[in-house]
């Protein structure tokens, strides 16, 4: 771990008083923000605080390093995550992505600036609040594992746990269980050299989870993988999520492990952020050129998702419900399927309006006492599933393709002409950058 830096005033002789600041929580697009950093700056070097006097407002980061030898790692950097999102900040080697992590952790000082967590303003707190909230909030993955090499995966993973002083047998007990949601159950006798990359950094993630905090800083944990075992830990990530509902900072500087990983995106660019916006902000509607360059490859159909084209479930039919109400369903609908759904409104299967009428003449009373009518083997989509998995489904089936929330509840459908019209009317991206900037605030705002 990255040693505390000693240049910067220690807050930790200050009186106890002025030391834990709480912050009103402000409401902002109808939910609180859980991280909330305002006007983030750091400067390494001598004096760093004279980079932000007025006498130099208008002078560029260069000046700085030749003039003073002061760089310039994180300036006026403001953003916000929700609780329960993966919030990812991707640039290039030497954007600041690191400077910005060890910030939030302090385990470097920032220059200037707030970093507010669930309330609390740390960069306010003396060594012993900060040690503390670290311990209960926060949890950290790095690229290189930094597991011990003579330590099992059992006592690796459970590490965190032990420095909490939790005893032996708990300890171990709730490792196996997070062991065994990363996929390594069987394997806490082996030793990290017994490891491959992609295990150990399982063994990284599990040590992370165990302490059970709710926030993940992830550091660029998937970098020094294949790619094939880098798709497979993204997959796995994305999938422990939805049950988990952690709230997730993850760093990286590739954009297609970005889009496919963040509910929102900031986009560095030397030490300062270029863009914060859904996935589909950045592709379809770049803000600076920067942020075009970057994007101007990445295909549509890997961004798109669900949500974009869903529209409400046209028909419904409940299991206890029989086939001469579902026909009178159907009839008002203007397609020729219902969905069947059971009392909670959990999805169950497709009903299609030849099944219907077959159950009529053979005398059905209620779904739920014949399923056999109900196709069940028709499988739902979620709101996240990008174009690239929905097209050929929509291409190997008549009918449109049910949406489901993460609880199974019946949320939408998404029609093949739909999917054909969004990819024609985002074939191209827009270049104009200012109306870009000025649509993503107003979507942002709506949303
Ligand atoms: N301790 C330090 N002293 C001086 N400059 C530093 C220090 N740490 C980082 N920097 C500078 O700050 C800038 C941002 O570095 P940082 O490590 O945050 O980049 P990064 O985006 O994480 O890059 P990478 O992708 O290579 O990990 C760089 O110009 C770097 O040289
Ligand atoms: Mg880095």
New binding site residues.
Partial sequence: MQDR?TSQPSSGDSPPEETSAVVAETEYNGSTPYISVKSLW?V??RNPERVLLPEYADKDKSFFQSEFGN?V?LQDVNFEVRKGETFVVM??????????V?CLLRL?DPTTGEVIIDGEDITRMNDKELEAFRRAKIAMVFQHYGLLPHRNVLDNAAWGLEVQGVAKEERYERTRKVLALVGLAGWEDSYPRQLSGGMQQRVGLARALVVDTDILLM??PFSGLDPLIRRQMQDELLNLQTELQKTIVF?T?DLNEALKLGDHIAI?HD?EVAQIGSPEDIVLRPEDEYVGDFTQDVRLESVLTATKVMVAPKATVMGRQGPRAALHTIGESDGDVAWVVDSHAKYVGLLTISSAERALRSGVKRFDEAWDYVDCDYLPVSPTTTFDALIPIAMSSDYPIPVVSTENTLVGEVHRSALAEALAETSTVDQDYEANAAMNAANAVEN
């Fill in positions: 830096e750091k390494f070097g760089v790692g640039g290039l080697s030497g954007s600041g992505k690191s400077t910005l060890r470097i550091d660029e760093i500087h560095m030490g």
